[in-house]
């Protein structure tokens, strides 16, 4: 079946400008995560959802960054008046339960590689 | 917070020599995961340990917990040139202060031919 899916690929945004990034999860995956890669480094947790509840966004850097799962399927990552040191690879990843001592896999995203000019 | 590092940050091996990935954890883990990242791609999932001194083995990957659970080894025997890519443990510490993973600092392996 398809993956996890992500859009657009790529983003060049002028600084100041909002963007928005798109995330389609595989079906059924009750879990959504949103992760920002820096080049050369591990990807760094934003916020996670489980089905349309945002459980945890502790690690969005601002209050520029909203993201939201309005019916629990499609996610959409915002961000606000976008500053230079955004610039990065935003990976979305989802998986079939929710986080516990056992975790379920997270299928990953090809990512949105945003530039900030 | 938490952290999880990893060494070495780069390897260099030629085809057919072994390699090995440490991982380590500030705090005790729920359980760890092993990803792999191809260049220009995205994470994909590899293998999950969940239990003290646990081994999991997949064809020529060997994943290792260790006996506290705060720390993870891969070893990759032979390696050979499909074994390109960076590798990252990612560890959770349910019911600790956040129940997210937190992904390592990540080994990047190249091989020779």
């Known amino acids: 079946g398809a993956g996890v899916s992500q859009s657009p690929r790529y983003k060049v945004a002028k600084r100041g400008q909002d963007v928005a990034l798109r995330c389609d999860p595989i079906?059924?995956?009750?879990?959504l995560f949103w992760y920002q890669q820096a080049l050369g480094q591990g990807p760094e947790f934003l916020t996670y959802?489980?089905?349309?509840?945002?459980?945890?966004k502790s690690g969005l850097p601002s209050d520029r960054f909203f993201a939201e799962r309005p019916e629990g399927s499609v996610s959409t990552l915002k961000i606000q008046r976008t500053q230079q040191e955004d610039s990065a690879v935003y990976l979305c990843?989802?998986?079939?339960?929710?986080?516990?001592?056992?975790?379920?896999?997270?299928?990953f995203g090809p990512g949105t590689r945003l530039t900030v000019t | 917070g938490q952290q999880v590092m990893q060494i070495p940050q780069y390897q260099h091996v030629q085809e057919g020599e072994d390699f090995t990935t440490y991982c380590n954890s500030s705090?005790?883990?729920?359980?760890i995961q092993w990803y792999k990242q191809r260049p220009g791609g995205h994470p994909v999932f590899l293998i999950q340990?969940?239990?003290?001194?646990e081994v999991k083995k997949q064809k020529r990957l060997t994943f290792q917990f260790g006996e506290a659970k705060k720390n993870s080894s891969l070893h990759i025997t032979a390696t050979q040139t499909t074994d390109v890519g960076t590798y990252f443990c990612?560890?959770?510490?349910?019911?600790?202060?956040?129940?997210?993973?937190?992904f390592g600092t990540g080994t990047l392996l190249a091989v020779q031919p």
């Open positions: 990843a989802s998986s079939l339960g929710v986080p516990g001592p056992l975790s379920y896999e997270q299928y």
């Open positions: 079906s059924g995956h009750v879990s």
């Open positions: 959802f489980q089905n349309e509840a945002q459980l945890d």
């Open positions: 705090t005790t883990l729920s359980n």
């Open positions: 340990l969940v239990k003290s001194g």
């Open positions: 990612a560890g959770m510490n349910y019911g600790g202060a956040t129940n997210k993973l937190i």
